[in-house]
């Protein structure tokens, strides 16, 4: 069992859905998450990161996490054409002093005009 | 450049040959990180750096591989005999410390495809 995991989709939804992404992990030791966007051909860009448990909204985008579940979620409302991309969640802990993020394989997102 | 800067972005290389990828990280950022991706797999860590120290070597997936970093900034990976299971899109990433949460700005990558 990998320590992170994350369906690879692909999740292909209409302009103007709310969409949830999610992963599950295994490491009790992590306690930051975080969500980075990645467009073809680029490098992941850090959307959101939270600690602990609890949500964070920023604009369209709200991060939650039930470390209990061992479970994170990322929802984006209205959905744009633009936020097609993969979305990767990482997330990391203190391990020997290093905070070395640990990274899902990324859901692939279409948003369809 | 204000960003992280990879090169080549593409080398097609026969079987059995060296490679060596470059990374020219933001100016200031301390930590340096190489991952691995795979076509349609997530992130894959390789090795890390805080200053021109590798403390966290433990991903290099055999001794084909080698990195380092001078001057804490520029930093090398090196490929020996290269596989054809070594064809890979090579991320770098730095960010300013270690130890807390700090956010990693990446490059776009060294596509390698090895023939």
């Known amino acids: 069992q990998k320590e992170v995991e994350q369906d690879p989709g692909p999740l292909s939804v209409p302009e103007g859905a709310i969409v949830s992404l999610n992963c599950t992990y295994s490491n009790s030791a992590f306690q930051y998450f975080m969500w980075y966007r990645q467009y073809s051909r680029k490098g992941p860009e850090l959307l959101m990161y939270?600690?602990?448990?609890g949500n964070k909204e920023d604009g369209r985008f709200t991060a939650q996490v039930d470390k209990s579940s061992k479970y994170i979620s990322l929802f984006i409302r209205d959905s744009q054409p633009s936020d097609s991309a993969t979305y990767l969640c990482a997330m990391s802990g203190a391990s020997g002093g290093s905070y070395i993020p640990t990274f899902g394989r990324g859901t692939s997102l279409i948003v369809h005009p | 450049g204000a960003g992280v800067s990879q090169s080549p972005s593409n080398k097609v290389t026969e079987k059995g040959k060296d490679v060596e990828l470059r990374c020219d990280p933001i100016?200031?950022?301390?930590?340096l990180y190489w991952y691995r991706q795979r076509l349609g797999q997530g992130l894959e860590f390789l090795i890390y750096f805080q200053g021109n120290s590798a403390p966290d070597k433990s991903g290099l997936p055999s001794d084909r591989f080698s990195a380092e970093r001078t001057g804490e900034s520029v930093s090398t990976l090196t490929i020996q005999r290269t596989q054809q299971e070594d064809s890979a899109v090579y991320l770098c990433?730095?960010?300013?410390?270690?130890?807390?949460?700090?956010?990693?700005?990446f490059g776009e990558g060294s596509r390698l495809t090895v023939l």
């Open positions: 990433a730095s960010s300013l410390g270690q130890g807390l949460i700090g956010e990693l700005f």
């Open positions: 939270t600690y602990s448990s």
């Open positions: 100016s200031g950022h301390t930590a």
